[in-house]
């Protein structure tokens, strides 16, 4: 299967249909984008999980909804939406299995967490059943976009067996600079650069290592991606394609002038290569 990097944006998407990013969400199950049929199940990446080490959520049942935006005035609504897709305990275990192998144990596993707004905001769209059996894994936010490339290669294996793969988090993600602006407000030039290179560096290029090292290679890298939190689940995606991956921009529309909702495609073109033992 292809995988995916999805830009989920603010957690008021789950509720305004204004939002061009919403209505692309929509679009992907009439519009075939992961393929005619729904995957066996889902491994997603969300820049809203962070651990030390590897962790996988290994759900028995249904996965909880976890409303991870309390806090910051959101409206009571949004408290009240619920995403109780099933867990996927055996995709869960054999990621963990594959990591572990490549050399990023020992990977742990969690038995109660459910799915944070970056997995169920742009799922509850996709997938709006609720019927595809989902499971998380967590990011390292203390290690580099390569780190997780090869993360994400370790993980390739899962997509032969109909899983999809996907990391959810954002092209651009400063939340310092995202005061309200008026409609058609120009995007910034830190934005509009960091967005453009990344597109060259992907679509036209395949230039994987420039977007290991974004922080050097790209444009207002710092400025873009403050924190990496946001930008890593890109790098999974992108590792689990493959190191000769095609991609392909298949969603592109601004929040707020600096938000992104960049989200991509990337389709393997040549057998994936095992890849050595993770050493320190």
Not at 57 to 79: A, C, L, Q, W
Not at 152 to 174: E, F, M, Q, W, Y
Not at 219 to 232: E, I, N, Q, T
Request: with cysteine; hydrophobic share 40%.
């Amino acid at each position: 299967m292809d995988t995916f990097f999805l830009s989920h944006g603010t957690p008021t998407l789950s509720i305004d249909d204004t939002m061009p990013a919403q209505h692309f969400f929509r679009s992907w199950l009439p519009a075939a984008v992961a393929g005619a049929q729904p995957p066996r199940a889902i491994l997603i990446v969300s820049g809203h999980w962070e651990t030390a080490t590897p962790t996988v959520n290994v759900v028995r049942g249904n996965n909880d909804t976890i409303h991870d935006f309390e806090g910051y005035g959101f409206p009571k609504s949004m408290f009240q939406l619920e995403y109780p897709a099933p867990g996927a305990p055996d995709v869960a275990k054999k990621a963990k299995e594959l990591l572990e192998q490549a050399g990023f144990g020992p990977v742990k596993e969690d038995h109660g967490r459910g799915l944070d707004h970056g997995a169920w905001v742009p799922l509850m769209f996709m997938y709006p059943e609720a019927n595809v059996p989902v499971c998380q894994l967590s990011l390292q936010t203390g290690h580099d976009g390569a780190y997780h490339y090869d993360l994400g290669r370790a993980l390739a294996p899962l997509r032969d067996d109909g899983v999809l793969i996907l990391g959810s988090g954002n092209a651009t993600h400063n939340l310092s600079c995202m005061a309200p602006v008026a409609e058609g407000t120009p995007v910034p030039q830190w934005a509009a650069e960091f967005d453009g290179w990344l597109q060259e560096a992907l679509l036209a290029g395949g230039r994987h290592d420039d977007v290991k090292q974004y922080e050097e290679k790209a444009p207002h890298g710092k400025m873009a991606h403050p924190s990496p939190d946001h930008f890593l689940p890109l790098h999974v995606a992108l590792g689990a394609a493959g190191e000769d991956a095609k991609a392909e921009l298949i969603h592109h529309s601004w929040y707020n002038a600096t938000l992104s909702h960049a989200s991509y495609r990337f389709t393997t073109t040549t057998k994936n290569k095992p890849i050595a033992a993770c050493k320190e």
